[in-house]
């Protein structure tokens, strides 16, 4: 079936169909669940996951303490990892418990997961899954690179 058939059909031309954010295998990690750290559950993943590379998202960053947090921006990048997904519903199922997101109570959840765009070093860009805080900043420091990694280096 042609794209445009199939997309009509789904009711996607008419904002019925949700199905679309389901395909996408990539997930986006900018924090403590990046290579290299320890992140508790991380460890269980790490064969379901391949590194693809790295990349930006439009969003901001801030410290919060014991890890970063980022809230969709259009003037800032936050910079991270790609991994493709090889049992995306239960990495994302896993994901979800980690960063405390409640797919049927996403505004009372900790962090939303959104399919974003993803500009990879080289240029091209693809969507991945990406975590968003969905709390109050309170004083939380603005990480004015957007790279966690090089956040960690200077403080």
């Known amino acids: 079936m042609a794209a445009g058939l199939w997309l009509e059909a789904c ?7 949700d199905t679309l954010a389901a395909l996408t295998d990539l ?6 669940l990046m290579s290299g750290f320890r992140r508790a559950g991380r460890a269980r993943l790490d064969p379901k996951l391949t590194l693809q590379g790295r990349g ?12 970063p947090a980022a809230i969709p921006a259009v003037d800032s990048r936050v910079w991270g990892e790609v991994h493709r997904m090889s049992d995306i519903d239960g990495v994302l ?3 979800d418990e980690i960063e405390g997101y ?9 962090y939303t997961r959104v399919e974003t765009p993803v500009t990879f070093d080289d240029g091209h860009v693809a969507n991945a899954w990406a ?12 990480i004015e690179s957007g790279d966690y990694l090089e956040h960690l280096k200077v403080k």
């Open 11 to 17: 009711g996607f031309l008419s904002g019925r169909c």
């Open 27 to 32: 997930v986006f990690f900018y924090g403590t």
């Open 56 to 67: 930006w998202i439009a969003a901001t960053l801030f410290d919060l303490g014991i890890s």
């Open 93 to 95: 199922a896993a994901l």
């Open 102 to 110: 409640r797919p049927s109570q996403p505004d009372n959840s900790l």
């Open 131 to 142: 975590y968003f805080y969905n709390a109050p900043l309170g004083g939380a420091q603005r």
